[in-house]
């Protein structure tokens, strides 16, 4: 008789309900926050404030939700305050322990908006604020960043970041749990505009799709109508000798208006002397973040950023002034000032100012929150209270007008999106409860003939702490694999090992087999990236040859490779997308870091001009003497040879690199790992082979390119060997590896 070597077993499982919690942001539109449970996995989106309110009353209902310290994850959509604007809160108040993610731009913006944020709060109102600029300093740090199109995974969650347009940095999330997939869109927009990428619609089809619903069935009208409405409005009223004034959230949507603003002065010479002002403190701070994201902006910004080489968020008409000090306000103008919704500071200040006069414009271009003085106004009250008491009234009479310029999808987009995502389960979040409970009907109406159908789809509108419990079947088959697989078990028989979840599959197994079965050791982070890469396979693995020396060809092409390095890292290149996979620990790390950093060369370097020449039947004359080392030798000191070298060092391996005050040697330290570097005999020292082998290809490839007179280094190149690497830094990252018993039901 054969020995089975698999066996399958049912896991009796309880779990496979997934629960979503609107914390904030159910059947409103403000402090946004929800909770999804699946699987003893939680992940949070979004930690926002509602903007109608202050102090603790505008945090979504945190004290409501027992578990916030069994949180895994929280991903923050955008830098906006209802999405963002509690999270150091939630990092430095609460129980919460987990991990933080956003963008890269949302980062940087987020920095000077809530500090921003802290100073108005704390000044404007008698509540205590709900953090100081310790707390957001000190939480800021821990918050972790991610790529548009890259996947991460926390504790066994899979996410990954997509364009979501609406605002620089805005993403959407598509999330997996145990082979659950839930898109989160955030704020987002489908209409392309001066500055942004629209929102993509993600490649994989989800199970629960979590959108926005702030236009609930409304329809925008179309973009160019919308811009000239603005600017004839803003030119008739000017040449009436009126003000117009624009309140604006301080970033994201301004810098689309004065886009539009900017180009339109340069085309109209008779509003040349009539001031446009940028009235906000941030202005300035964050023209760098604008410029340094512009690769993460659409093709037009990018293409006149290339074609005029400044910065196009410099503007030519546009005037920053920080506050009210040194504005004299003498005649007509355009005032673009935050907030956006009229609660306080300057855009409220001047309104008060501006409006008994029938003159003045006030322009409305983003979003009105209920409860706000924006909202408020969009009814044309004969009086508005003054913010220095609501005993004072002031006359309105100047004119108002509402054009959205806010980039959230209006009815006929999102219906679209929705449809071209094809979710079954469909959770309406960031809308008032009529704007929602309106598409809520749309969408059912939509969707009437699939009742009862296989392709039946559910719309949720939940109020806030209600929760929506979704079924899921989840995974109940495990397979016992290696010992347990070889002797059968009698019913009712328990048997006990390690229950390892890997890919969504389930295997059971004992723990010595752990690693010859799962190839599973102890803390393993997946990370992958995907970039562009012009350049075809063979120049990709070229480069990648020089700075590692062997690698293993795992696949070949014409058109495709796929290679591992230094046994770590795995990058496959097909279609002009490198992606690059590695099991996280600091060593791998850097493996892939320098990977990076090479593929992202390979396209410009000198090399791949003349290794592309070769294969081109017309010659490239000028091409050929950009190839360094067919450069004539020039005659350097050690000195000057030694310091060419560190300096290659340097940019691999960077602050791990040590260069001995004589000279003579260096010494590389990447955790308990020492390399040591002898500048005299060019010997690398060292007791882990996967260091000593990096070490010494990139120590030879320093040598040929900073130096090319020293004799080259014979590198040891063993692949067989594979340092075994424990990373304790980060062990809250993990694949699930947990001990349990199961009962056999055969
Ligand atoms: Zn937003
Ligand atoms: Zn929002």
Redesign the pocket.
């Known amino acids: 008789m054969s020995v089975k070597r698999v066996a399958e077993y049912e896991i009796a499982d309880d779990s496979d309900i997934l629960r979503f919690v609107c914390l904030g942001g159910g059947s409103e539109?403000g402090r946004?926050c929800h909770i999804i449970e699946y699987k003893g996995k939680r992940v949070m989106l979004d930690a926002?404030i509602h903007p109608a309110y202050t102090g603790a009353a505008s945090l979504p209902f945190y004290d409501t939700y027992d578990d916030l310290g069994e949180i895994d994850l929280l991903l923050i959509s955008h830098f906006?305050l209802?999405?963002a604007a509690s999270l150091p809160y939630v990092m430095t108040k609460t129980e919460f322990k987990g991990k933080v993610f956003m963008t890269h731009p949302t980062k940087a913006i987020y920095r000077w908006l809530l500090s921003d944020f802290v100073r108005v709060s704390s000044v404007a109102e008698n509540d205590p604020s709900l953090y100081n600029d310790e707390d957001l300093a000190k939480s800021f740090d821990q918050i972790n960043t991610i790529d548009y199109h890259s996947t991460m995974e926390v504790n066994g969650i899979r996410f990954t970041a997509y364009h979501a347009g609406h605002v620089l940095g805005a993403a959407m999330y598509l999330i997996e749990i145990d082979g659950v997939k839930i898109l989160f869109t955030g704020?987002y927009s489908r209409e392309e505009d001066r500055h942004l990428n629209v929102a993509e619609v993600p490649p994989t089809r989800p199970d629960i799709l979590i959108t926005?619903s702030?236009y609930g069935t409304g329809i925008h009208r179309n973009r160019l109508e919308k811009e000239t409405r603005l600017t004839s409005l803003i030119h008739s009223t000017i040449s009436k000798g009126g003000r117009c004034l624009l309140p604006v959230f301080a970033l994201g949507r301004a810098q689309e208006i004065l886009l539009i603003l900017d180009e339109y002065w340069d085309q109209h010479s008779d509003l040349e002397g009539v001031n446009i002002y940028y009235a906000s403190s941030l202005a300035r701070k964050c023209m760098a973040v604008y410029q340094t994201y512009i690769n993460m902006m659409n093709d037009n910004i990018r293409k006149k950023f290339r074609d005029s080489k400044t910065n196009p968020f410099q503007f030519k008409h546009i005037k920053n002034i920080k506050n009210l000090d040194r504005f004299e306000d003498i005649g007509p103008c355009v005032m673009v000032a935050s907030p956006g919704m009229l609660q306080n500071g300057v855009s409220r200040e001047l309104l008060e100012r501006w409006a008994p006069d029938p003159k003045n414009a006030l322009i409305l271009t983003g979003y009105s929150v209920e409860g706000t003085m924006a909202k408020q106004i969009l009814n044309e009250p004969t009086e508005i209270p003054s913010i220095n008491g609501q005993e004072i009234k002031i006359p309105r009479r100047l004119s108002v007008e509402e054009l959205s310029f806010a980039a959230h999808v209006d009815y006929q987009q999102n219906a679209e999106f929705i449809d071209l995502v094809n979710a079954p389960n469909i959770i309406l979040v960031?809308g008032e409860s009529n704007n929602m409970g309106r598409l809520k009907s749309a969408l059912l109406s939509k969707y009437h003939d699939r009742k009862g159908t296989e392709n039946e789809v559910k719309v949720y509108n939940p109020k806030n702490c209600v929760t929506v419990n979704l079924p899921f079947k989840g995974t109940k088959i495990a397979k016992t694999m290696g010992f347990l697989a070889e002797t059968a078990p009698k019913d009712g028989q328990f048997i006990s090992g390690v229950l390892v979840q890997k890919d969504f599959q389930t295997g059971l197994m004992q723990l010595s087999d752990l690693e010859e079965y799962s190839g599973l050791t102890t803390t393993i982070l997946m990370e992958r990236q995907t970039i562009i890469v012009e350049a075809g396979p063979e120049l990709v693995r070229y480069h990648l040859e020089q700075m590692f020396g062997n690698i293993s060809i795992l696949e070949e092409s014409d058109d495709s490779i796929k290679l591992r390095i230094m046994e770590a890292v795995e990058v496959s290149h097909i279609d002009n997308r490198a992606t690059i996979e590695w099991s996280g620990s600091i060593m791998n790390d850097t493996i892939a870091d320098a990977t990076l950093a090479i593929l992202l060369t390979v396209d410009s370097s000198p090399a791949s001009v003349k290794l592309s020449s070769k294969s081109c039947s017309h010659s490239h004359g000028s091409h050929d003497d950009t190839n360094m080392s067919s450069e004539p030798a020039l005659e350097l000191s050690r000195a000057e040879k030694i310091q060419n070298i560190s300096a290659v060092l340097r940019a691999q391996f960077g602050d791990t690199l040590e260069i001995h005050e004589d000279g003579s040697h260096a010494t590389i330290k990447i955790e308990a790992m020492v390399a040591d570097i002898d500048f005299n005999t060019l010997e690398v020292e060292c007791k882990a082979p996967s260091l000593k082998q990096r070490v010494a290809h990139v120590l030879n490839r320093a040598i040929s390119l900073a130096s090319p007179l020293l004799p080259k280094l014979t590198s040891d190149s063993n692949p067989a060997i594979k340092a075994e690497i424990k990373s304790e830094a980060e062990p809250e990252i993990k694949e699930e590896v947990q001990p349990d018993t199961l009962k056999i039901e055969t």
């Open positions: 539109v946004s926002g906006h209802d999405h704020d926005e702030t960031h």
